[in-house]
């Protein structure tokens, strides 16, 4: 049996849906444990010969994979709606996804509308100091959860109880949006959407928790889908430019409930270089033409904003501050392709703080972070398209030196290198269910 995590290994958008739905040809089981429809994870895959672009928010990045089985455990916050319009549209491209293909937890949280209008008030309240959060009701829905005041999924499906739940959650909720400005919502037009959401919902619902233990020790091989990035995790990322959830290996065990004995790998997804959506500091931006290259080149544009992300140098620095929390058994590194035809490439490995300190992993205090000077390391670039190498050898000397400086510095194998988007596009050095 192999049990396998995905975490992103900087700020988010790393590649994970590509490598996800890679290794789920050997998975028999793939799980989502933490985080929404934040989320946007992007699968370039060919089918009837037809190049065809699939961006999946809730649903699991194994899921064209027919005989496998999605999971969408209980430590994420669903969307009812967003979710349904999802498998609407891949039913549309011929995808019809059955009920044992994908299993909705029971006890996933439920974002209500009320979540998703408080999140946009607060931010547009912030003005200048916004989170710059995706509006998706992702933090006020994780809020209720700590609180105790959670709508489950399994709510959805028993009106007694949606509606006792309302009418305890939603006069405190009207208050709060009327103290931002916004209008709030009544309680019969909420009950009766989420009950009719529920009923679409019903055949896919069941307790996750037991069959991934099951499937696990029935020697299945699983492999769980991080979302958002190692800096992004609430409690050890770049406080309060995070999202609401535990997005480090540690997530896997509450968000899908299984032992951290249970699991054998956790794999770290890095882009070559590194981008950024939202606010918050990041210490490698370029905001220069090479960032732009690097925009341009890496079409980095928001899979579910669409806004413009922040580009810059690869910071080997934080990678080691995520190696150590995650536990990295080994590196994905994705969209090296992008670096072609740069004369030099900057590896951050560390930075001096404003005393002329030097540190080797970013500081978590984002003032602090905010202060620091990275300290490059600079290599020869390449300027070959590599998009069709599929072995690491073909690579140029240059970039195959870039991987390998990489690996030195982390201490971890990479087994996977990217090379564009497309599934085929991929160097595999060692699967990871082997
Ligand atoms: P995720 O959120 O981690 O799944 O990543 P996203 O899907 O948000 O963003 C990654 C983007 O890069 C998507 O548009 C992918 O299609 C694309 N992509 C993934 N790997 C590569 C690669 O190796 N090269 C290039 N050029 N694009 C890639
Ligand atoms: P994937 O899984 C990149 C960022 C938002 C914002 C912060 C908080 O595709 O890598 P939230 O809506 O979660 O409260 O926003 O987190 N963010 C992401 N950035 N990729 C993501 O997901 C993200 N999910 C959230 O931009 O800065
Ligand atoms: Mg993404």
Not at 55 to 70: A, D, F, M, T
Not at 121 to 130: D, F, H, I, Q, Y
Not at 270 to 287: H, I, Q, W
Not at 296 to 308: C, I, N
Request: aromatic share 6%; charged share 20%; proline share 4%.
């Amino acid at each position: 049996m192999t049990a396998n995590v995905i975490i992103g290994a900087q700020w988010g958008d790393e590649g994970k849906g590509k490598v996800v739905d890679l290794f789920t040809e050997f998975a028999d089981i793939v799980v989502r444990f933490q985080g929404g429809n934040n989320a946007g994870h992007t699968l370039v895959v060919e089918e009837n010969g037809v190049t065809q672009k699939t961006v999946l928010h809730l649903i699991p990045s194994g899921i064209l994979h027919r005989n496998k089985v999605c999971v969408i455990a209980s430590g994420v916050v669903l969307d009812p709606g967003v979710l349904l319009g999802e498998l609407d549209a891949l039913a549309q491209r011929g995808h019809t996804v059955e009920p044992r293909q994908l299993l909705i937890a029971s006890d996933a949280s439920v974002i209500l509308p009320y979540h998703c209008a408080l999140d946009i008030a607060r931010e547009t309240s912030k003005g200048e100091r916004k989170i710059g959060t995706t509006g998706r009701g992702i933090g006020p829905c994780y809020e209720d959860r700590v609180a105790r005041r959670a709508v489950f999924v399994r709510d959805l499906l028993d009106e007694p109880s949606l509606r006792e739940k309302l009418e305890s959650n939603l006069p405190e909720k009207n208050q709060l949006l009327a103290h931002y400005g916004a209008p709030g919502f009544e309680l019969e037009a909420v009950l009766a959407q989420m009950l009719a959401l529920g009923v679409r919902l019903a055949p896919f619902v069941r307790e996750t928790g037991r069959f991934i233990y099951d499937e696990v020790h029935r020697g299945r091989n699983v492999l769980f889908e991080g979302a958002q990035g190692t800096l992004l995790d609430v409690s050890l990322g770049t406080y309060p430019f995070v999202t609401s959830s535990h997005t480090t290996a540690g997530g896997v065990c509450v968000g899908a409930g299984i032992a951290p004995s249970a699991i054998n790998g956790v794999i770290g997804i890095t882009k070559a270089y590194c981008t950024r959506v939202g606010s918050g500091p990041f210490p490698t931006e370029l905001n220069d033409e090479v960032g732009e290259f690097m925009r341009k080149a890496g079409h980095e544009f928001g899979s579910t904003t669409g806004r413009p992300r922040r580009c810059g140098w690869i910071d080997v620095a934080a990678l080691r501050y995520a190696t150590r929390i995650n536990g990295f058994t080994g590196l994905a590194v994705t969209k090296l392709d992008v670096l072609s035809g740069l004369e030099r490439v900057k590896f951050c490995v560390g930075y001096h703080d404003a005393q002329g300190n030097q540190l080797d992993e970013p500081p978590m205090d984002v003032a602090r972070l905010a202060t620091l000077t990275p300290i490059y390391e600079e290599l020869s670039g390449w300027s070959e398209d590599i998009s069709g190498v599929r072995v690491f050898d073909d690579l140029p000397r240059n970039a195959r030196h870039f991987l390998r400086r990489l690996e030195t510095i982390l201490g971890v194998p990479i087994v996977l290198v990217s090379v564009g988007a497309k599934r085929a596009e991929t160097i595999v050095l060692e699967n990871i269910y082997r």
